[in-house]
DNA sequence: ACAACCTTGACACAACCGTGTCAGGGTTGG
DNA sequence: CCAACCCTGACACGGTTGTGTCAAGGTTGT
């Protein structure tokens, strides 16, 4: 039949014989086995490794990042809780009134440079 | 101000100022700032972190699974990539004809304590 | 029957996650 | 002015991820 061994299936994807299996062991994917438990990989198991592929690499995803997207879709109580918590308070900076604070971020990147010479920085406001 | 400091902020939330900077840095919170750099947490953020300690013990979430769904959350593109993946093939075993395949995960468990005993396994239809 | 596959399990190892702790240096409040 | 905070950066360290490799044993095709 059209299926492939773990070896051919492995040349055709570019995963190595040893990632098919862990991609199948974080439940990624489920081949089917044969009578005598040899995974089969069918052409419908093959586009999708080699979309994970180039999906990973592209967003620079891991694998652990994709299972935990699998374990979201699946478990529709923990997508609500994590969509919730995520939802309350989501855009910040939050309109900060001094405009003082973003020159932090910035500082930040010079401040080593330049801490010899500054002998008493901003100073302002008691928190 | 009723906005607390780090170390206030670690009492009344259960995490330690180390893990409320780490947290930070994660992308899951963004206190502000005073005029000299100083964190400020207001009983909000408070809220959200005691939730957020919550939620991860409770799933047995990480925080890097939290940070993950914040950003599919933020990045529509990246989110509808991952998901179309997922929407592929959703669900399996995929109805296997052969009842017999169901028994691999089982005998599994026992195949090593059976080994000795076994003269010759299942052997049937070549893949 | 024998080479060339397949299976699971284990050791190994770099890279990252989650944490603590410490150092060097500013800020604050009494 | 000094103790008690705060900041960032770094070292450390056990646990997980991602990956290779090897061992012991079953399967397959010629």
Redesign the pocket.
């Known amino acids: 039949m059209d299926a492939l061994?773990?070896?051919?299936a492995a040349e055709t994807t570019g995963w190595?014989?040893?990632?098919l299996?862990?991609v199948e062991r974080?439940g990624l994917i489920m081949p089917r086995?044969?009578?005598?438990?040899?995974?089969l990989f069918g052409a419908e198991e093959l586009q999708r490794l080699r979309t994970l592929r180039e999906l990973l690499e592209r967003r620079e995803l891991?694998?652990?990042?994709v299972?935990f997207a699998l374990r979201l879709r699946q478990d529709a109580e923990l997508r609500d809780e994590v969509d919730q918590w995520l939802a309350a308070t989501p855009e910040r900076p939050e309109f900060v009134p001094a405009p003082d604070w973003l020159r932090w971020e910035q500082e930040?990147h010079s401040?080593?440079l330049a801490?010899a010479q500054?002998p008493?920085?901003?100073?302002?406001?008691?928190?």
Chains 1, 2 share one sequence.
């Open positions: 061994t773990i070896h051919e190595s014989p040893r990632m299996r862990y974080v086995r044969s009578g005598s438990g040899y995974r891991g694998l652990s990042d299972a930040k401040k080593l801490a500054r008493n920085p901003t100073l302002m406001e008691t928190r």
